[in-house]
């Protein structure tokens, strides 16, 4: 499987694979050959589980063309439990400010044609 399939099929599962450095443990999103803090090139897959908070989003009213049925949704940013780690994706019927705070407890739900799917705990 590549990359991309991986990442896809792991989403649907509700989970994240990335990739550690096995000299430093500094967790990377997607494949590098060298470690972004240490440089060493050693690497092994760990899979988080997919779940954190809302870091930041944005409410998408007037979607992209092919995306109007989804709409109203909001490009969140998870910051993910216990690393460093953010992932953007997409939450379903966020429609004002009022209906997602910053910090609300959420997690990857899926995988779909927008890309990540992630709704709240
Ligand atoms: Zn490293």
């Known amino acids: 499987m590549s ?6 099929e792991n ?5 994240l694979l ?3 450095c096995t000299s430093c443990g500094y967790l990377h999103l997607s494949t590098a050959y060298f470690c972004l803090k240490c440089g060493s090139k050693g690497f092994e897959d760990v899979l988080l589980e997919g779940t954190g908070t809302i870091a930041t989003f944005t409410i998408i009213t007037v979607a992209p063309e092919g995306f109007e049925k989804y709409t109203p949704y909001a490009f ?6 216990n690393t460093h780690l953010r992932i953007s994706g997409f939450m379903e019927k966020i429609a004002t400010p009022a209906d997602l705070l910053v910090g609300t407890k ?3 739900a899926g995988f779909d ?8 705990q």
């Not at 990359?3 to 896809?8: K, S």
């Open 3 to 8: 990359i991309e399939e991986q990442l896809i």
């Open 11 to 15: 989403a649907k599962q509700g989970k």
């Open 18 to 20: 990335t990739h550690k």
């Open 76 to 81: 969140v940013v998870l910051q993910l439990d």
């Open 106 to 108: 959420a997690k990857i």
């Open 113 to 120: 044609n927008r890309g990540i799917i992630i709704e709240k």
